[in-house]
Each structure stands twice: as structure tokens, then as C-alpha cells.
């Protein structure tokens, strides 16, 4: 099929006026100036999308759609141990049927706001096989063994299990030990070592709170003495920052390596020897950034320009509805450059599509539109009255037309 618009905005050179893509199956074939793609590929279905922008698909880097539920639930509290308690005590009144409930709610609002592909953390893989996906989806297993820590290679193998059953044809699998205050080293290492060997994705949570960094560096502070009352042992605290402390669990002997290819979220704390090593040390990680939760947390300033400036490739995930309001990348980018004047909406639009293919590690077929790409495609109205990517980011409402692999 053909697929006509106003704009292209290819995210791969300058936006194409009265553009089209060709598509056929779940690909790109070709993409340019309408003319010449009716020309090339004549006899084709022709869907005119007329005065519309059409764009990638938009990529969630962070979400857990387990807690779509708990929209509204949760008031910001004084400190983050509290709102860890609150979360705990709402998980605990859920049941199955509850999370599969809000887990296809969840799709299904990520797909209402244009996401095509999402980085979704589950703390319950076991029940992936239920829960039909209409989006292309990397499912994470969220692994916690701070109760159980003699366990982590037997929770580890379990993950990988009901993972592997579960193996979604359009988007993959990763593990996903869930911080380094709720999993163990051992955890970790299990983790890093098997996603080498079979092909998985990594992600974890790291240097989110001021309560993270005053526990592990400091050892003191509310975090630190939550999970000390919940039998965590405690002697990797009051020594190193938490990013010192998962480069050297799972880096290169000596801190000298970044672990490279994790997705690691949040890194809102970071002391200045973190500067330091994240500047000296090889390879690199990608970086997820969620404006939104981090307001809703009042967390230290995200270093954006520092971190970008180092090279490194940072996204933006919505993180989940237990402290967001939506699961919209539209509102996020809005929310993310309301703190960054200095981020052109382009680059904005740039951190939930090309940079989210990076860190998903195709960055060869998603999160732009260029031949052999996955045909994942929203249309947005554009009048054409400003900037194609102001009028994109500034967009409020639900997406009327988007293909998922190739599928309308
Ligand atoms: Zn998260």
C-alpha cells in the first residue's frame, strides 16, 4: 500500500511535504515526494491521509502497565520509603485477574496516544501468555530476591521460563532486576550473564532517589532504614554512590567499563566522582528519562545536557500510572521541555523514536521512516501553521490512525 500525507516527518533527514510510504507487509519499502512513490510503485492501494503528519510510531522506553490501576491512588508522599510502603500495600490488594485487567488497559491507552512500542516491566511473566498485546512490545521480568537473596539464579531461571513461552514475534524479551536496593548482586551478575549468552535485553532502575544515594553512600537515611527493618543486609551501604556501585557489580574489574547496552532509568542522582567515572570510563548504557514521575517524586534536576554531552543515548518512558497520570510520550515531551528550553522539539520527538530504537537495539528497523524499517506509522492533524515538530509535540488528543507492523 501507498500512504500519502501533507508531511512525512522521517526522523531520517527533513521532513518530505506532500510525501508518502510505501509499505508492504510489516516494512518500509520506500519512502519520498508523493509524485515519485506513485510513480515507483503504481497500482497500489493508496490510503490519502491528507492534511496530517505522519511520523514513527512513538517508543515508551519505561512503563510497568501492572500498575495501570493504580491511576490517582497514590498521592506524592514526603519520601520515597513511604511511597515504596503505600505501593506495597495497594500491590497487596490486587489479584491476577487485576493486573491482566490493568495491563490491557494499559495497551490499550499507550496505543490511544500514538506508542507503537513499549519497554513493559512485569513483575508477573507468568502471566504474559494471557494478555494479547495490539503493540509491539519488549516484555521485561521485574526481579526482586531482597526477601529470598539465596534464591536469585532459581527466580532468574523462572523468568527466563515463562519469558521464553511468552516470546512476542513483533518485540523481545529482557530481564529486569529491579534496583540495587531490592536485588542482589548475584542477581544482577545472573542476569548480565544469561541475557549475554541468549540475546536478552537489560534494564534496571538506578539512582532514582536522594534516598538511594544517602543509603548507599551514606548509609543512613529513610530508604536505608526500611530495608534494614525488612531484613535486607546492609553491608554494601555507607560505602560508594549507587551508580559506583553497579558499575562495580556488573562493570569491568576496576570500574574502567560502563555496563554496556543496559537501559538503566531514572540516574537522577548522581555525585560528582559519578560525573567523573561516567567521563572516563569506556562503553555506555542508554538512559531513560521520565519528566512526569520525576516531577511527581520532586527528584533532584535530570543532568540532560551532561549526560547527552557524554554521549550517551537518553529516552523517555512514562514510567507507570502508580505515579503518572497517562501513559502520553506527547505529554511527556511537553513536561520534559517545560524543564529544557533549550531542547528543540525535534530532539524531543528524537528521544521516543530513534533513540528508543537504539536502546531496544534496532536501531536499524525501528523509530524511524526509512526503507526496511517495521511499518509502524501514526498520523497526527497538521494545519501547517508552525514548525511541523512544535505543532507535533504540542499534539492533545487521541491517535486516529497508526499501523502496527504493517497492520492498520
Ligand atoms: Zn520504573
Known amino acids: 500500500m501507498i500512504i500519502r500525507a501533507r508531511v512525512i516527518v522521517t526522523m531520517d533527514g527533513p521532513p518530505i511535504e506532500n510525501g508518502a510510504v510505501a509499505v508492504s507487509g510489516n516494512r ?36 510497568h502497565l501492572d500498575y495501570t490501576c493504580l491511576r490517582g491512588q497514590i498521592p506524592p508522599k514526603k519520601s520515597f520509603a513511604d511511597w515504596i510502603r503505600s ?3 495497594e500491590k497487596a490488594k490486587l489479584s491476577a485477574q487485576d493486573y491482566l485487567a490493568s495491563i490491557t488497559e494499559g495497551f490499550a491507552e499507550a496505543k490511544r496516544f500514538g506508542t507503537t512500542t513499549i519497554a513493559n516491566l512485569t513483575a ?33 531461571d523462572r523468568a527466563i521460563g515463562a519469558l521464553k513461552q511468552a516470546r512476542d ?14 536485588a542482589s548482586t548475584n542477581l544482577y551478575r545472573r542476569s548480565e550473564e544469561i541475557a549475554q ?23 543512613a537515611g529513610p530508604l536505608y532504614d526500611f530495608m534494614r527493618s525488612i531484613g535486607r543486609p546492609m553491608d554494601d551501604c555507607g560505602h560508594r554512590t549507587p551508580l559506583a556501585l553497579f558499575v562495580s557489580a556488573i562493570g569491568a574489574p576496576g570500574g574502567r567499563a560502563l555496563p554496556a547496552g543496559w537501559i538503566v532509568a531514572h540516574l ?34 535530570f ?21 503518572n497520570e497517562n501513559l502520553s510520550l506527547f505529554a511527556e515531551m511537553r513536561a520534559f521541555r517545560r524543564g529544557e528550553a533549550a531542547v528543540s522539539p525535534k530532539e524531543a520527538l528524537e ?42 509535540v504540542a499534539f492533545d488528543g487521541p491517535v486516529d490512525w497508526m499501523t502496527v507492523n504493517g497492520r492498520i
Open 268 to 301: 537522577n542522582e548522581l555525585a560528582k566522582r559519578d560525573f567523573e567515572l561516567l567521563e572516563t570510563s569506556s562503553g555506555k548504557f542508554h538512559v531513560v528519562h521520565s519528566p512526569r514521575s520525576h516531577d511527581y517524586f520532586a527528584h533532584s534536576a
Open 169 to 182: 514475534s513483533s518485540g523481545g524479551i529482557g530481564l529486569a532486576p529491579h534496583a540495587l536496593f531490592t
Open 351 to 392: 528521544m521516543v523514536t530513534v533513540n528508543g530504537g537504539r536502546a531496544l537495539g534496532r536501531p536499524q528497523i525501528l523509530g524511524r521512516i526509512r526503507a526496511n524499517y517495521f511499518a509502524d506509522l501514526i498520523a497526527i492533524p497538521c494545519r501547517g501553521i508552525t514548525d511541523v515538530f512544535e505543532e507535533i
Open 87 to 89: 505501593i506495597n500495600a
Open 197 to 219: 549468552r541468549e540475546n536478552f535485553l537489560l534494564t534496571t532502575h538506578l539512582a532514582e532517589s536522594r534516598e538511594e544515594m544517602s543509603m548507599f553512600r551514606d548509609g
Open 124 to 156: 508477573f511473566p507468568e502471566l504474559i501468555p494471557q494478555v494479547a498485546s495490539s503493540i509491539r512490545t519488549w516484555w521485561f521480568a521485574e526481579l526482586i530476591d531482597v526477601r529470598s537473596p539465596e534464591r536469585a539464579n532459581e527466580l532468574v
Open 303 to 323: 543532568a540532560f545536557e551532561t549526560l547527552r554531552d557524554l554521549g550517551f543515548n537518553i529516552c523517555l518512558g512514562t514510567d507507570s500510572l502508580a505515579s
Open 28 to 63: 518500509i519499502i520506500d519512502v519520498g515526494k508523493f509524485p515519485e512513490i506513485s510513480a515507483r510503485h503504481s497500482g497500489q492501494q493508496l490510503i490519502d491521509l491528507g492534511e496530517q503528519a505522519l511520523l514513527p510510531g512513538l517508543i515508551n522506553a519505561h512503563c
